[in-house]
């Protein structure tokens, strides 16, 4: 399993926007072949504040995910949307597995 947790921090005038933003870039995201997980956190002291939990069968689904045109369209409608750059920190997931 490949996860990819992104540590994001809107400014807060986008925060709406990006609520909205996000939850398209989901609901895509969780249809494309190889999703396991696509979930979204926001920080219950800091709204301004999420966290993006991804899993994907393998490598290859979680680059194809970068490639689809609804990620791609996310990516560039909340790039100035950002207090500072996203942070993607990458895991191999050990458990729950997948056969």
């Known amino acids: 399993m490949d996860v990819t947790v992104v540590y994001i921090q809107v400014k807060p005038e986008r925060v ?9 870039n989901h609901l895509a995201s969780v249809r494309e072949p190889g999703n396991l997980r696509f979930d979204i956190l926001q920080a219950v002291d800091d709204p ?11 490598e290859a689904a979680a680059s194809a995910h970068r490639d689809t045109d609804h990620y791609l369209a996310f990516r560039d409608l909340v790039a100035d949307w950002m207090v ?12 729950p597995t997948f056969d």
């Open 16 to 24: 709406r926007d990006f609520l909205d933003a996000i939850r398209e």
């Open 48 to 58: 301004t504040r999420f966290i993006t939990y991804m899993a994907y069968r393998d």
């Open 84 to 95: 500072e750059p996203r942070r993607n920190v990458r895991y191999v997931g050990l458990h």
